[in-house]
């Protein structure tokens, strides 16, 4: 059978789906340093669906899905919701929120630099 390299964190039962199926696989388990990494990037992985998804039925599974992860992060750094109460807090009033639903098109280069993916330009 064809070997597919996957090089990421997988859910616990996933090793049970594959062997059901009749395939085999290899996992090995990770020290705390390179879990939270993999849980980081499992992140964007998770979001990366969520963007994908089509319907609100799978809108609803992508969002349970970066919440899953979002948790795990939260219990292995040990964050308590206070911190992250404070911390969205803090940013509500430093950028707002999205009441306004506005949208940017573009800006000036000021310098600023955000964390957003890039996007193909739409002039």
């Known amino acids: 059978m064809k070997k597919i390299f996957y090089n990421k964190l997988i859910r616990d039962k996933i090793p049970e789906r594959i062997e059901e199926s009749g395939g085999e696989y290899l996992v090995k388990k990770l020290n705390n340093q390179s879990f939270l990494k993999e849980l980081i990037k499992k992140v964007g992985e998770e979001s990366d669906g969520l963007v994908k998804a089509k319907t609100k039925k799978e809108i609803i599974d992508e969002m349970g899905d970066v919440f899953d992860v979002l948790d795990e992060i939260k219990k ?12 969205r807090k803090n940013a509500f009033k430093k950028k707002g929120g999205f009441k306004k639903r506005l949208f940017l098109v573009w800006s000036s280069d000021t310098g600023y630099k955000s964390n957003e993916r890039k996007y193909k330009n739409k002039k």
């Open 76 to 87: 292995t750094l040990k964050i308590k919701s206070s911190e992250l109460l404070v911390s």
